[in-house]
């Protein structure tokens, strides 16, 4: 069976921090995609990035970096100089062949000035 | 702004009563998705459509079903609603199959009293 773990509940950091936002999954296919979406205060969901099983690399974009993981089954998102405009809600998903997307609990990342 | 769009934004409505949600995919997208946000279930995936045919089912109740019509758009009909339908449904698309990214809707708040 598919899981996404977020074990962070909620962060608070204060603005110009850095902060890492956790990602575990399980799955037992070894072809899999994982997923970052940001849940701002409006509420819709935007994506942020996807990754494919076999590319290990890690991604930058701007303030934001993943680090990408498959000996600890973890896809870890970092905000560098975090901003109040981070505010929101993360969550990070997994999908494999069954072609489900499965969601992780999300993590409430809060930025105050 | 992610070009999915869905109505109404808001819908309150009764028990036992019967409501259709709509959601038009981004331009060119064939693939459609619907998925329900709660607090107690979190982001659950409901049931894709693919040009026109249903590809997966997530735990979509038998009260709820769905289509996806020749223009793509898709609508999700909920049915003999009960208090805990209360949620935001989203709707999302995708060019192809859902290990593609997929581009969220600003979904739609359904309060059942």
């Known amino acids: 069976a598919q899981k996404v773990t977020q074990a962070q509940t909620e962060i608070s950091v204060v603005e110009k921090e850095d902060v890492t936002l956790d990602c575990v999954y399980e799955?037992?296919?070894?072809?899999?995609?994982l997923f970052w979406y940001k849940q701002p205060p409006s509420g819709e969901l935007v994506f942020l990035i996807r990754?494919?099983?076999?590319?290990?690399q890690n991604e930058i974009s701007g303030r934001y970096s993943w680090n990408f993981q498959k000996s600890t089954s973890s896809f870890n998102f970092t905000i560098t100089a975090s901003q109040v405009v981070d505010s929101a809600v993360y969550f990070c998903?997994?999908?494999?062949?069954?072609?489900?997307?499965?969601f992780g609990t999300g993590t409430r990342l809060l930025v105050s000035p | 702004d992610s070009g999915v769009t869905q109505t109404p934004k808001h819908l309150i409505t009764a028990t036992g009563q019967r409501v259709t949600l709509r959601c038009s995919p981004r331009?060119?997208?064939?693939?459609v998705y619907w998925y329900q946000q709660s607090l107690d279930q979190g982001l659950q995936f409901l049931i894709q459509?693919?040009?026109?045919?249903?590809?997966a089912k997530g735990n979509i109740l038998e009260r709820f079903s769905a289509q996806q019509f020749p223009d793509l758009h898709s609508e999700l009909n909920l049915s003999s609603l009960e208090l805990g339908d209360s949620a935001l449904y989203f709707c999302?698309?995708?060019?192809?199959?859902?290990?593609?990214?997929?581009?969220f809707g600003p979904g739609t708040r359904l309060t059942v009293t």
């Open positions: 999302a698309s995708s060019t192809g199959t859902a290990t593609y990214e997929q581009y």
């Open positions: 331009s060119g997208d064939l693939s």
């Open positions: 990754r494919n099983s076999f590319d290990e």
């Open positions: 459509y693919y040009n026109g045919e249903e590809r």
């Open positions: 799955t037992r296919d070894t072809t899999y995609y």
């Open positions: 998903a997994l999908i494999t062949g069954f072609q489900k997307l499965v």
